[in-house]
C-alpha cells in the first residue's frame, strides 16, 4: 500500500507519543509506588496498579499502530480498525478503573495513612505529570487523527481523577472529615462518559457507520464546483482508523471515457487535498442523454449575423433545442462581457459559456487546441462548425440535422 508523506508523519508522531506514554506512565508508577510505602495507604497503592493498567494500555496502542500500517493479501485494504478496536479495549480499561475507584473509595477497611503532607505533596505531583501529558497526547491525538492516542489521552485523564479522589481522602483523614463518597461520585460520571464516548465511537467505526454529515457536506459541495459534475447520484463514507474512505457516484457532462476518468483523478485529488485524513476515494461516473441542448453562436453587432470571431464577439446566442425532433424550447442574445478584454478573452468566453449551460458551440473557428478549446473540452462542450452566414440557417440546418439523429451528449 503506497502512503502519501504526510501519512508516514502522523504515523511516526503518534508511535512517537505513544512510546513517551509509557514512559510518563511508569514514571507515575514508580512515584506512586514509593508514595504507597511510605504512607501505607492501600488506595495509593491501588492508585499504582491503576497507573501500571495504564502502562498496559500504551503498550496496546504501540501494538495497534504498527499493526494498523500493514496490509497484506488477507487484508490488502490495510488493518487501519486495529486502532479502533485498541480504544474498544481502553474503553474497558476506564470502565475497570472506574470499578477501582469506587471499590477503594468505599472500602471501609482501609488503615488510617502516615506521612499524610508528603504523601499529598507527592499525589499533587503526579496530578501535574498525568494532566499535562493528558493535554499533549490529546492534542496530538486531533492532529495525527488517532483514536487510540484520544482514548489514552482520556484515560489518563481518569488517572488524575483518582489521584483526586486519593487526594480528597488524604486531606479528609487529617482533618477528620470523610470526603471519599462525594469525590467518588464526580469522578465516576466523568470516567462514565469517557468511556461511552470511547466506546461508541470505535463501534460506530467497527460497524461502518457512515461519515460525519460535516465531512460529507464538504466533499459534495467540493465535486459540485467542478462545473463538469452534472450531479451526485449518491455519497457514502466510513471511517477506518484514523482515515475516511469515500464512494460517489456522479454523472458527467463529457461522454468520452479518458475524459471521464481524468476528471475523476482529478477529483480524487482535490478531496485529498481538502481532507487529508481521506485514504482513498472510489468514483463511478456514467453519462445520461439530455432532453434538451443549448446551442452557443457567435454574433456580429447585427445580432443575426454569425461572427468570424469568438472572443471577440459582441454578442452570443443561445438558442436551446429537443434533442428529440430539434424543436426550439427557448433562446436569447446575450451581451458578450469579456468582447472588451485585453488577456485571455476567449478563455473566459468559454467559462462563461459553460455558466450559462452550452452544450454545442457553432463557429466558423475551429478552437480545438486552443485554450477555448480545452476549457470547453474540460466542461463537456462540443464544438461544431458551420459554413453558414446567417444564425437562423446554422440553426435550421441543425434542426433538420436532429429530426434523423439524437446527439449523445451527457446530462
Known amino acids: 500500500m503506497v502512503m502519501r508523506g504526510e501519512e508516514f508523519v502522523m504515523i511516526e508522531t503518534s508511535e512517537r507519543v505513544a512510546w513517551l506514554s509509557i514512559l510518563v506512565n511508569l514514571v507515575l508508577v514508580s ?38 500500517k500493514r496490509s497484506s493479501r488477507a487484508f490488502p485494504y490495510g488493518l487501519y480498525k486495529v486502532e ?14 472506574g470499578y477501582e475507584i469506587i471499590k477503594k473509595v468505599f472500602d471501609s477497611r482501609q488503615s488510617i495513612p502516615t506521612d499524610i503532607p508528603l504523601t499529598c505533596a507527592g499525589i499533587i505531583g503526579t496530578i501535574i505529570i498525568a494532566w499535562l501529558f493528558s493535554r ?12 487510540s492516542l484520544i482514548a489514552d489521552s482520556r484515560h489518563i485523564l481518569t488517572d488524575v481523577l483518582s489521584s483526586v479522589v486519593i487526594l480528597a481522602a488524604m486531606v479528609g483523614s487529617a482533618i477528620g472529615f470523610a470526603l471519599d463518597r462525594y469525590a467518588a461520585v464526580v469522578v465516576v460520571l466523568f470516567i462514565g462518559r469517557a468511556a461511552i464516548r470511547i466506546f461508541l465511537d470505535s463501534v460506530r467505526v467497527l460497524l461502518d457507520a457512515s461519515l460525519d454529515f ?47 476518468h481524468r476528471i475523476s483523478e482529478e477529483l480524487e485529488n482535490r478531496i485529498k487535498l481538502a481532507i487529508p485524513e481521506v485514504d482513498r476515494v472510489l468514483i463511478h461516473y456514467q453519462p445520461r442523454t439530455k432532453k ?6 457567435p454574433l456580429a453587432e447585427d445580432k443575426k449575423t454569425i461572427s468570424d470571431h469568438f472572443g471577440e464577439a459582441p454578442f452570443f446566442r443561445l438558442c436551446c433545442l429537443e434533442n428529440s425532433g430539434g424543436g426550439v424550447v427557448n433562446e436569447q442574445v446575450l451581451v458578450n462581457p469579456y468582447c472588451k478584454e485585453s488577456k485571455a478573452k476567449g478563455i473566459k468566453v468559454a467559462k462563461w459559456l459553460l455558466e450559462n449551460n452550452m452544450d454545442i458551440l457553432l463557429t466558423h473557428q475551429d478552437q480545438s487546441g486552443k485554450g477555448p478549446g480545452f476549457v470547453l473540452g474540460d466542461g463537456g462542450a462540443e464544438i461544431l462548425l458551420t459554413s453558414e452566414v446567417d444564425s437562423n440557417k446554422a440553426i435550421a440546418a441543425v434542426q433538420e440535422e436532429m429530426r434523423h439523429v439524437t446527439f449523445p451528449v451527457k446530462e
Open 136 to 147: 499533549y497526547e490529546l492534542k496530538v491525538g486531533l492532529q495525527t487523527k488517532s483514536p
Open 31 to 68: 512515584i506512586k509506588t514509593a508514595l504507597a510505602f511510605l504512607s501505607g495507604s492501600i488506595a495509593v497503592r491501588a492508585d499504582a496498579l491503576h497507573s501500571l493498567a495504564d502502562v498496559l494500555s500504551s503498550i496496546i496502542i504501540i501494538i495497534g499502530i504498527k499493526i494498523s
Open 84 to 97: 479502533n478496536l485498541v480504544a474498544l479495549v481502553t474503553s474497558v480499561l476506564i470502565v475497570f478503573a
Open 214 to 260: 460535516d465531512t460529507l457536506s464538504k466533499i459534495r459541495d467540493l465535486v459540485l464546483a467542478d462545473a463538469r459534475v452534472l450531479e451526485i447520484n449518491g455519497i457514502w463514507g466510513r471511517n477506518a482508523g484514523r482515515y475516511k474512505f469515500v464512494e460517489l457516484d456522479i454523472s458527467l457532462h463529457v461522454q468520452e471515457l479518458q475524459k471521464g
Open 292 to 297: 434538451h441542448l443549448v446551442y452557443g453562436i
